[in-house]
Nanobody, 124 residues
């Protein structure tokens, strides 16, 4: 079973940047797509970004496209989410997820491992 631990969340002013990290242990995530999802208070969890296992394919939610960037370092078993130009509506708990397959997906059902989440709060 893989364990995923997110870090890098915090409080930032609108327009600022944060870099989230997701470290995997227990089992390698090499060979599997990885994703980031988020859940704002009172809302359902939503897709943010995904990356294929070799990193050649990425997809983003329209709401973060052009501002967020997902990447991975397979040697370190770590996935990153660089978040720039943050907005108050980006405030949420951000979750890292391990895909069940090597290809990307925007659907939660395509992921079979989840971290505990890290809080991101963007003040206006």
């Amino acid at each position: 079973q893989v364990q995923l631990v997110e870090s890098g969340g915090g409080l930032v002013q609108a327009g600022g940047s944060l870099r989230l990290s997701c470290a995997a242990s227990g089992r390698t995530v090499n060979g599997y797509a990885m994703g980031w999802f988020r859940q704002a208070p009172g809302k359902e969890r939503e897709f943010v970004a995904t990356i294929s296992w070799l990193g050649g394919t990425t997809y983003y939610a329209d709401s973060v496209k052009g501002r967020f960037s997902i990447s991975r370092d397979n040697a370190k078993n770590t996935v990153y989410l660089q978040m720039n130009s943050l907005k108050p509506e980006d405030t949420a708990v951000y979750y890292c997820a391990k895909g069940a397959y090597g290809y990307t997906s925007k659907n939660e059902g395509s992921y079979n491992g989840w971290g505990q989440g890290t809080q991101v709060t963007v003040s206006s």
